[in-house]
C-alpha cells in the first residue's frame, strides 16, 4: 500500500473506550472507502511496513510516533546491555551514545547501509550475549510479578483477618452483655456479676493479644527463612574487583631473625673458616661457609642478656599466685616440679 | 606484620631455658625435695631389706645428700673421661653430662646408682649429638652387656621429659674467635649501636690492651721487648681460646652453671677467667656503655666466672671415696630398682607376669589348631563347642 494517509485535519476524535484506540469521525478505509461515520466499529489496522493503516492495532496517535518505537524496540532488543556489564560510567555512557545514533540513523534514514552493517555485526558478534540478556530480562520481569502477586495477597489477609478479628470482638461484647443481664434476671450479686464480668473479657482480651503476638512472630520468622530476595535491588554499575597479585610465600610468616649484638662480616680470618672454604668436600654441595659463622655467633650471644635466675624466681612466684599445683606425672621415684 | 626476633628470643624458645633453667634457690628446694622423697621411700623399703645396716630400723646409714650430689659429679666426670676414650666429639661430652645432671634432679641415686645409668646415658648422648655407635660395639668396648645399656634407657628419657637438645657453650665459642681475629685485623669497624672509632681504631685498642693478670688461665704472655703486633693479638686470642675451652670442658659440666646461666653467659665467663682484659674489650664493643642491661650482664658474667673458678679438680671423688660410698649406698638402695634388665624385658613384652601370658597364648594356640581340624572334618565342626 503506498497511498498515504489522509492528514488528520479536524480534532473530532475520540478515544475508543474499549481499545483505546484513538478514532477520529473521518477515518476512511483507503481500499473500500468505507467511512467511519457509517461503521463506527471499524477498526483500522496499520501495516508495519509502511505505517499505514492496514494491518496492525496503533498505539499511538502519530504513525510517526509509532514507527519509532518501533524501531526503537527492535534496536532494544539487539543491544540489550545494562549498566551493570558496565565497569565504567564512560563505558556505559559510550555504549548508549553508540546505540542511539544507531536509532537516529534507522529512524531518519540516514547512512542507512552503514548503520544496518554495525547493526549485523553487533548481532553476530554478541549473539549469545544478547539471548542470555533477554532470558535474564525475562525472568526478572516474571520473578517482580511473582512478588508482586506475593505481596497482594498477603496484603489480602491482613485485611480479612483484621475485619475478622473486628467482628470476634464485637460478637464478644455482646455475648458478655447478655451473660451479665442473664446474670443478674437470675438474682445474684450485682456487685460480683460485674466484676466477674470484666475479668472475663480482660483475660479473653489478653489471650487474644498474646495469640496474635505469637502469630506475628511466626510469621516473622517465616519471612527471615524464606527465600524471598530483599525488597530493594541496587541496580548499578557492576563494580568489578581486580585480584591481588598474590605475594610470594613466606615460609617464616612475618618472623625475622635480627642480630641485634654483631654484624656479620663478609669473611673471617680463622683459619676453620678459610680452609673450609678452599676444601672441595665442604663447598662442592652449594654449601655456605658464611653460614657457619653466622650460627657460631648467633649461638654466642643467644641467651646473653637473659637472668636466668631472676626469670625463674618470676615465673615460680607467678606460678604459685595461680595456684598452680605440681603435678605428679606417675613416677615413682620423684616429683617433678610442673616447669610450665 | 613481621616480628623480629633477636638471639635472646630464640634461646627462649629452648627447652633447656624453659624446663631446664633454675635460680639457685629453685635448684636447690627441687634437689632436697627429690632426696627427701628417696629418704621416705628408704624408710619403706628399709625393714625388708637384709642388709645388716639396717638393724636399727632407722635410715641413719643413708647417703645424705651431700653425698648423693658428690657421686653424681663423680659420674659425671667418668662419662666425660669414657667420652675421651671412645674420641667423641666435644659436643657428645657435654650432652652426656647434662643428661645425668638433669636425671639426678629427679631422682636420687639412692633409687637408681649412677653406675648403672651413666653407660645408658652416654649412649643416649652420641645418639643424639649424630655420632652413632651400634649398641654391640659400645657394650663390647665398655665391657657391659647390651641389655645392661638399654634397660634405663626409657626411664632416663621419662626424666628427661623427653627434651633431649643441650644448648652448649662451644660453637659460641668459636663465633667469638671468629670476631676477635677479625677485630684484631683492624676488619671489624662497626657494631650495631655501639660507639667505635671505626676498625683502626679499634685494633689499635687491641693492641694497647693490658697484659693478663697472673692469675688469669691464659698461657700468653706479653713479650718482654718490643712492641706488640697483631700477630701477637692473635696469639694472645688464640690462647685465650684454649684456655677458655679447658674450663668450658671441665668446670662448666661439673658444676650447676648449665642450669644456672645460658651458654652465651657461660663461654663469656670461661673467657674472662682465660684473658680478662681482653673479654672485658670485647664486651665494651658489644654492649654500648649507656645500656642498662650492660651492668647486668657484667654482673652475671662474672657470678658465673666465680662459679667456674670456685671449683677444683680435688672436689671430685677419688676412686677409694668412690667405691666406699658406693658400698654404703649398696646397703641402703632401693631393691626394686635392682633389676633393670628384668624389668624392661617385662615392660617390653607388655605382659604382667611372664608366666601367665604364656599359659594363655599356649591355649589359646591349642583351641585355634583344634577349630581348624574339626573344619576338615567329615561331618564340619562341632555346634557350640560341644561334642
Redesign the interface.
Known amino acids: 500500500m503506498s497511498r498515504i494517509a489522509p492528514p488528520k485535519s479536524a480534532p473530532v476524535s475520540k478515544r475508543d473506550p474499549r481499545t483505546g484506540v484513538v478514532q477520529s469521525q473521518d477515518d476512511v478505509c483507503p481500499v473500500c472507502k468505507s467511512a467511519r461515520y457509517m461503521n463506527p466499529s471499524l477498526r483500522f489496522l496499520v501495516n508495519p511496513e509502511c505505517y499505514h493503516k492496514m494491518f496492525r492495532e496503533q498505539t499511538f496517535e502519530d504513525i510517526k510516533v509509532e514507527r519509532e518505537v518501533d524501531i526503537r524496540k527492535k534496536v532494544g532488543a539487539t543491544f540489550n546491555r545494562r549498566e551493570e556489564d558496565f565497569e565504567t560510567l564512560l563505558a556505559f555512557n559510550d555504549y548508549l551514545n553508540d546505540v542511539e545514533d544507531i536509532t537516529f540513523n534507522l529512524i531518519n534514514g540516514i547512512d542507512l547501509e552503514e548503520t544496518n552493517k554495525k547493526f549485523e555485526t553487533y548481532t553476530r558478534a554478541h549473539g549469545k550475549e544478547i539471548e542470555e540478556n533477554a532470558q535474564m530480562a525475562v525472568q526478572e520481569r516474571q520473578s517482580f510479578s511473582a512478588a508482586q502477586k506475593l505481596e497482594r495477597q498477603q496484603a489480602r489477609e491482613r485485611r480479612e483477618a483484621a475485619r475478622r478479628e473486628e467482628e470476634e470482638e464485637k460478637r464478644e461484647v455482646e455475648e458478655n452483655r447478655r451473660d451479665v443481664l442473664n446474670r443478674l434476671a437470675s438474682g445474684a450479686d450485682a456487685e460480683t456479676v460485674a466484676k466477674e464480668g470484666q475479668r472475663v473479657q480482660l483475660k479473653k482480651r489478653m489471650d487474644r493479644q498474646a495469640a496474635t503476638e505469637r502469630q506475628r512472630q511466626l510469621q516473622a520468622a517465616e519471612d527471615a527463612h524464606s527465600e524471598r530476595s530483599s525488597k530493594f535491588v541496587i541496580k548499578g554499575l557492576k563494580t568489578k574487583q581486580k585480584p591481588e597479585p598474590e605475594a610470594p610465600i613466606d615460609p617464616f610468616d612475618g618472623l625475622r631473625l635480627v642480630d641485634s649484638y654483631f654484624t656479620l662480616q663478609d669473611d673471617y680470618i680463622w683459619e676453620g673458616i678459610q680452609e673450609a672454604r678452599k676444601d672441595v668436600k665442604q663447598t662442592a654441595g652449594g654449601y655456605d661457609v658464611g653460614d657457619y659463622a653466622h650460627r657460631s655467633l648467633v649461638a654466642a650471644f643467644s641467651g646473653l642478656g637473659i637472668f636466668v635466675a631472676d626469670e625463674i624466681t618470676q615465673r615460680d612466684q607467678l606460678a604459685q599466685n595461680a595456684g598452680v599445683v605440681s603435678e605428679d606425672v606417675g613416677l615413682k621415684d620423684a616429683k617433678m616440679i610442673h616447669a610450665a | 606484620?613481621?616480628?623480629?626476633?633477636?638471639?635472646?628470643d630464640?634461646?627462649?624458645t629452648s627447652s633447656q631455658?624453659?624446663?631446664w633453667?633454675?635460680?639457685?634457690?629453685?635448684l636447690a628446694t627441687?634437689r632436697r625435695?627429690?632426696h627427701e622423697?628417696?629418704i621416705t621411700?628408704a624408710s619403706q623399703y628399709a625393714p625388708k631389706s637384709k642388709s645388716s645396716l639396717w638393724q636399727d630400723g632407722t635410715a641413719v646409714d643413708c647417703l645424705n645428700a651431700e653425698e648423693c650430689l658428690r657421686l653424681v659429679q663423680r659420674y659425671l666426670d667418668q662419662v666425660r673421661t669414657t667420652s675421651d676414650h671412645f674420641k667423641w666429639p666435644v659436643p657428645v661430652k657435654a650432652t652426656a653430662a647434662q643428661y645425668l645432671a638433669r636425671f639426678y634432679l629427679?631422682?636420687?641415686p639412692l633409687?637408681?646408682p649412677p653406675k648403672e645409668i651413666y653407660k645408658t646415658v652416654l649412649f643416649l648422648a652420641c645418639k643424639t649429638e649424630a655420632t652413632h655407635m651400634t649398641l654391640s660395639e659400645y657394650a663390647r668396648r665398655i665391657s657391659t652387656p647390651a641389655d645392661e645399656v638399654l634397660a634405663p634407657e626409657y626411664k632416663v628419657m621419662?626424666?628427661l621429659?623427653f627434651t633431649l637438645d643441650v644448648?652448649q657453650?662451644y660453637?659460641?665459642?668459636?663465633?667469638?674467635?671468629?670476631?676477635l681475629?677479625?677485630l684484631a685485623?683492624g676488619?671489624?669497624g662497626?657494631?650495631?649501636c655501639v660507639e667505635t672509632g671505626g676498625a683502626k681504631a679499634l685494633q689499635a685498642e687491641m693492641l694497647a690492651l693490658e697484659v693478663p693478670a697472673r692469675t688469669a688461665q691464659t698461657m700468653w704472655s706479653a713479650k718482654a721487648a718490643g712492641k706488640i703486633e697483631s700477630k701477637d693479638v692473635m696469639d694472645r686470642i688464640n690462647a685465650a681460646y684454649s684456655a677458655a675451652r679447658t674450663i668450658l670442658d671441665g668446670p662448666a659440666l661439673l658444676t650447676d652453671a648449665y642450669f644456672?646461666?645460658?651458654?652465651?653467659?657461660i663461654?663469656?665467663a670461661a673467657l674472662h677467667l682465660a684473658d680478662e682484659p681482653l673479654t672485658s674489650f670485647y664486651l665494651r664493643t658489644?654492649l654500648p656503655l649507656d645500656s642498662d642491661?650492660r651492668p647486668?650482664?657484667l654482673t652475671?658474667i662474672a657470678a658465673c666466672a666465680e662459679l667456674l673458678a670456685s671449683f677444683s679438680g680435688s672436689h671430685i671423688l677419688s676412686k677409694d671415696e668412690r667405691a666406699a660410698l658406693e658400698q654404703k649406698l649398696e646397703g641402703c638402695r632401693?631393691p626394686s630398682t635392682r633389676d633393670l634388665v628384668g624389668s624392661h624385658a617385662v615392660a617390653k613384652r607388655g605382659g604382667d607376669g611372664g608366666e601367665e601370658a604364656e599359659e594363655k597364648a599356649r591355649k589359646k594356640k591349642a583351641a585355634r589348631e583344634k577349630h581348624l581340624k574339626e573344619g576338615d572334618d567329615l561331618f564340619g565342626p562341632s555346634l557350640n563347642g560341644k561334642g
Open positions: 606484620m613481621t616480628q623480629h626476633l633477636n638471639e635472646d630464640l634461646y627462649r631455658y624453659r624446663l633453667s633454675f635460680s639457685p634457690e629453685s627441687l625435695k627429690t622423697l628417696a621411700r629427679s631422682n636420687s633409687t637408681y621419662q626424666a621429659r644448648r657453650p660453637r659460641g665459642l668459636k663465633g667469638v674467635l671468629m670476631e681475629l677479625n685485623e676488619r671489624v662497626e657494631v650495631e644456672l646461666f645460658t651458654p652465651s653467659q663461654l663469656l658489644k642491661l647486668k650482664i652475671t632401693d
